[in-house]
Structure formats: structure tokens, C-alpha cells
């Protein structure tokens, strides 16, 4: 009896039909689930970009299905979108980015985290809100966006007898990435580094196609050595701690940069550019490498404690937890500022802020003890806030009337409530007692 011959065209056709549902079906449960703190447009232009990470790690609607491959540039167009636009979106909101930074070294006061038109960055509305010291922000912007080149990284390892890994974006030519036996996820997690002139001349690496399809020639990080990396949250509250809130804000930019950057019109690492830009224009920059060793440093996640140190995402940075309607990022500049702050999941990590901040307010004491290479003193940090909070409460705005708040703490059975301003930061607390003479006109016991 003969065996029947598959089909494999239909096979292959039946794939694609089920890759292009997933992706449908997980961008649509982001869009429907996720609250981010920006403008509805750039909220799906980040979302987009979490459908990939999603397939790559068999997340969300993928459930367990891994497609290493697949790039923001295959959702995008299985999703039917305008390609053109969406590349120009993203690359507009790194535009106005460095167009701000243009301004502020031509000594043009900016005081504010917005754009020509008032709008803020990345559409976060808080950034509008405050008033920055320009300089600091350009400091921050320049380490942020260096901290990430794997020169800088391999003197950090050295120096300091650490490991991080590290590595680059490159335009590689898919073609000959499959004749090679090597996938995306592969040369994202491997260790690379004296294969990157050989890459190069067997044509893996492009450095300069004549145009980038998306589909041949893709932008892919090809590791050069293995480590557990950098988080970006530690980044952010170590620049804080040790420089100020803006300089920490400044480092926040320039990793989001290096997010939008992945998909855009100019596939190319433009945090670095902008940061060797900043040094080379800004004269009171007053960071170089000690700074830059520094923050690399204590970005840096220890071996073994990848646990305790959550990396967020822009995504996860900008997500509105549904309990305290904090975010991520506005937790990070709470805390820098001496703020109370209410503790928060650091997403997908198992841990709160409040042991997050404990964590890296130690190990940034514990660094700056050893040497102090920094400019500033680092204020002492004792035990969070967070530490005395009963942990069964409610979230509130200061705006909310008294019967907005009975109801929340009936349906989530406690009698406290923390009131936030409308900044985000905590105002006060409220007991149920305290609001009964309101609601019984002022019959209460």
C-alpha cells in the first residue's frame, strides 16, 4: 500500500493562514486588555511591536507556538496596515526627540518634555506636566544612549570583573541567514563576536543595502557575548538616584528611542547616534566615561539575580496597573524624587517595586562605596514606604466623589482608600469611618 504524498503546499498555505490569525487575535486582546498612558495612536504602535516578542516566546494568543522569525514588519502587514505609515509614525515620535535636543543646545530655553506643537513625548501626558533642566535631560539622554554599545559594556566587564553581554542591531540578509542554519532567535542569544567579520563577508551582514524590504534584508540584533544584560528599570532609578529625576528621564528617552527605532524609516542604532551627537555639541555636558562606566555598571543584571531585576518594555513602562493607575515609569520618578509611592507587579517578574527599589537603592550605596565617581552625593535610602502600607486598599483619585469611594471599598472589602493627586502621587489616606457622617448627613456615630 502505497504511502499518500503530503501536500505540502497546502500545508504551508494552512501555516500561514494560522500565523496570520494568531497575530489577529493577539494584537486585538492587547489593544482590548491594555490600558498604556499615552494617546490611543501611540498606544498601538507599541502594542504592535509586543505581538513580536509575543511570538517569539509563545505568549498571549501564540500559546506556546514560537515563530522566531517573525518581525513588528509581519504584523504589521498581516494586520492589512498601511506599512509606509506606521514605519513614519514611530519615526516621527524619535523626530521630535531630537529635533528638542537640537533647540536646547542652540541655548533655546525648553522646560518642557514637548514637542513644536506642545504635544509631549511619546504622547505621555505627565512629561508635559513638569518642568525639566534641559541640561540634566541631555546628560541623560547621552548615557542612556550609550549604555547599550557593546564596546562600552566590554570595558564595564572588564573593568569590574562583571558579566553583562552585549551586542548590535544589524541589516542582515535573511536568504543567507537560512542557507547558514541560523534563525533570528539564534543569533540574538548566541555569542557572536569573532564571527561579525566573517558575517560580513559571506554577505549575512549588509551595512549598506541599496533598500531594506522587510523581507530580505531585516534589522536583527546578533548578540556578540552571552550575559544576562541590562534592565532598563535599573538604568532608570540608578541615573535617578545618583543624578536627579530628569537625568533618569532623559535615560527613560533614549530606551525609548531604541524601541522605536526597531521598526521605522531609518533602521539604524539612533540612541547611540544621538547620545555621540549630544557629547560631541553639548559643552557643559560634564558626564564621560565614569558616568558612563557607572550607569553601565549598575544597569548591568547580576548573575543569578535575574529575579529580582524586572527589564521592562516601553510597553510595560507606559501599562496602567488597574489597581493604583500608577505606572511603571511614574513609580520610577516617584521613588527618585523621595515621593511616597504605593508598590506595584513589575509585570511578567515576580517581584514589587518596593523590593525592586531596595534591591538597587543597595546595590547603587554598595557601587558608589567601593569608589565615587559621580559628581553628587547619593542620598541615603532607608526602608520604602511601602514597607508600613496595610496591603488591602483601595486607589482613588483626589477628584472622586465620597460615594465613589464607599462603593470602591465595599466592592473591594476593605476600609482604607490612598488618595493620589492628579500627578499620580499620594496624598493621603482615607478611612471608612471618616466618611460616614458625609453619607449620613452628618448623622454618623
Same mark, same amino acid.
Given at each position: 500500500?502505497?504511502?499518500?504524498?503530503r501536500?505540502? @503546499?497546502?500545508?504551508? !498555505?494552512?501555516?500561514d +493562514?494560522?500565523?496570520?490569525?494568531?497575530?489577529?487575535? *493577539?494584537?486585538?486582546?492587547?489593544?482590548?486588555?491594555? /490600558?498604556?498612558?499615552?494617546?490611543?495612536?501611540? !498606544?498601538?504602535?507599541?502594542?504592535?511591536?509586543?505581538? !513580536?516578542?509575543?511570538?517569539?516566546?509563545?505568549?498571549?494568543?501564540?500559546?506556546?507556538?514560537r515563530?522566531?522569525n517573525?518581525?513588528?514588519?509581519?504584523?504589521?502587514r498581516?494586520l492589512?496596515?498601511?506599512e509606509?505609515?506606521v514605519?513614519?509614525d514611530?519615526?516621527?515620535?524619535?523626530?521630535?526627540?531630537?529635533?528638542?535636543?537640537?533647540?536646547?543646545?542652540?541655548?533655546?530655553?525648553?522646560?518642557r518634555l514637548?514637542?513644536?506643537?506642545g504635544?509631549?513625548?511619546i504622547?505621555?501626558?505627565?512629561l508635559?506636566?513638569?518642568?525639566?533642566?534641559?541640561g540634566?535631560?541631555l546628560r541623560? $539622554?547621552?548615557?542612556?544612549?550609550?549604555?547599550?554599545?557593546?564596546d562600552? +559594556?566590554?570595558?564595564?566587564? +572588564?573593568?569590574?570583573?562583571?558579566?553583562?553581554?552585549?551586542?548590535d542591531?544589524?541589516l542582515?540578509?535573511?536568504r543567507?541567514?537560512?542557507k547558514?542554519?541560523l534563525?533570528?532567535e539564534?543569533?540574538?542569544?548566541?555569542?557572536f563576536?569573532?564571527d561579525?567579520?566573517?558575517?560580513?563577508?559571506v554577505?549575512?551582514?549588509?551595512d549598506?543595502?541599496? %533598500?531594506v524590504? *522587510?523581507?530580505v534584508i531585516?534589522?536583527?540584533?546578533i548578540?556578540?557575548?552571552?550575559?544576562?544584560?541590562?534592565?532598563?528599570?535599573?538604568?532608570?532609578v540608578?541615573?535617578?538616584l545618583?543624578?536627579?529625576r530628569?537625568?533618569?528621564?532623559?535615560?527613560?528617552?533614549?530606551?525609548?528611542?531604541?524601541?522605536?527605532?526597531?521598526?521605522?524609516?531609518?533602521?539604524?542604532?539612533?540612541?547611540?547616534d544621538l547620545?555621540?551627537?549630544i557629547? *560631541?555639541?553639548?559643552?557643559r555636558l560634564?558626564?564621560?566615561?565614569?558616568? =558612563?562606566?557607572?550607569?553601565?555598571?549598575?544597569?548591568?543584571i547580576?548573575?543569578g539575580?535575574? !529575579? %529580582?531585576?524586572?527589564d521592562s518594555s516601553? +510597553?510595560y513602562?507606559?501599562s496602567?496597573d488597574?489597581?493604583?493607575r500608577?505606572?511603571?515609569l511614574l513609580?520610577?520618578?516617584?521613588?527618585?524624587?523621595? %515621593?511616597p509611592y504605593?508598590?506595584?507587579n513589575?509585570?511578567h517578574?515576580r517581584?514589587?517595586?518596593?523590593?525592586?527599589y531596595?534591591?538597587?537603592?543597595?546595590?547603587? $550605596? /554598595?557601587?558608589t562605596?567601593?569608589e565615587?565617581p559621580?559628581?553628587?552625593? =547619593?542620598?541615603?535610602?532607608g526602608?520604602?514606604?511601602?514597607?508600613?502600607?496595610?496591603?488591602?486598599?483601595?486607589?482613588v483619585?483626589?477628584?472622586?466623589?465620597?460615594?465613589?469611594v464607599a462603593?470602591?471599598?465595599?466592592?473591594e @472589602?476593605?476600609?482604607?482608600?490612598?488618595?493620589?493627586d492628579?500627578?499620580?502621587?499620594?496624598?493621603?489616606?482615607v478611612?471608612? @469611618?471618616?466618611?460616614?457622617p458625609?453619607?449620613?448627613?452628618?448623622?454618623?456615630e
Open positions: 500500500m502505497k504511502a499518500k504524498k501536500d505540502f @503546499s497546502r500545508a504551508k !498555505e494552512s501555516d +493562514r494560522l500565523l496570520t490569525r494568531l497575530i489577529k487575535v *493577539d494584537y486585538q486582546s492587547l489593544v482590548d486588555n491594555e /490600558e498604556l498612558d499615552t494617546s490611543r495612536e501611540v !498606544e498601538e504602535l507599541i502594542l504592535l511591536q509586543s505581538v !513580536e516578542g509575543h511570538a517569539h516566546n509563545g505568549h498571549g494568543a501564540f500559546h506556546k507556538r515563530f522566531v517573525l518581525t513588528t514588519a509581519d504584523v504589521v498581516r492589512g496596515l498601511d509606509e505609515k514605519k513614519g514611530r519615526q516621527k515620535l524619535i523626530d521630535e526627540i531630537f529635533e528638542w535636543v537640537d533647540e536646547a543646545l542652540s541655548e533655546e530655553p525648553k522646560e514637548v514637542n513644536r506643537k504635544k509631549p513625548f504622547r505621555i501626558p505627565f508635559a506636566e513638569m518642568e525639566v533642566d534641559a540634566d535631560i541623560g $539622554m547621552y548615557i542612556g544612549g550609550r549604555r547599550d554599545d557593546s562600552v +559594556r566590554e570595558e564595564v566587564e +572588564r573593568r569590574y570583573d562583571v558579566c553583562i553581554g552585549g551586542g542591531s544589524y542582515v540578509d535573511t543567507i541567514m537560512r547558514m542554519g534563525n533570528a539564534e543569533l540574538a542569544s548566541g555569542g563576536q569573532d561579525i567579520e566573517h558575517f560580513r563577508q554577505g549575512l551582514i549588509v549598506k543595502p541599496k %533598500r524590504d *522587510d523581507d531585516r534589522y536583527l540584533y548578540r556578540h557575548r552571552e550575559g544576562p544584560g541590562h534592565s532598563d528599570d535599573s538604568a532608570i540608578s541615573a535617578g545618583l543624578w536627579g530628569d537625568v533618569a528621564l532623559g535615560v527613560f528617552l533614549a530606551d525609548a528611542i531604541d524601541t522605536l527605532e526597531k521598526y521605522s524609516y531609518k533602521y539604524e542604532d539612533q540612541d547611540s547620545a555621540n551627537y557629547h *560631541d555639541k553639548f559643552d560634564d558626564f564621560g566615561r565614569e558616568e =558612563l562606566h557607572t550607569l553601565t555598571y549598575l544597569a548591568g547580576p548573575e539575580k535575574e !529575579e %529580582r531585576v524586572p516601553l +510597553r513602562f507606559l496602567i488597574k489597581k493604583t500608577i505606572t511603571m513609580s520610577h520618578i516617584n521613588f527618585v524624587e523621595g %515621593r504605593i508598590p506595584i513589575t509585570g517578574h517581584i514589587s517595586t518596593d523590593q525592586f531596595q534591591f538597587i537603592s543597595e546595590r547603587v $550605596m /554598595e557601587f562605596k567601593m565615587v559621580v559628581k553628587s552625593k =547619593l542620598a541615603e535610602v526602608p520604602p514606604l511601602s514597607a508600613a502600607l496595610e496591603r488591602n486598599f483601595v486607589v483619585d483626589i477628584n472622586a466623589t465620597v460615594e465613589d462603593k470602591a471599598m465595599v466592592k @472589602s476593605t476600609d482604607i482608600a490612598v488618595v493620589l492628579d500627578g499620580g502621587s499620594v496624598v493621603g489616606v478611612r471608612g @469611618s471618616k466618611l460616614l458625609f453619607l449620613t448627613g452628618g448623622k454618623g
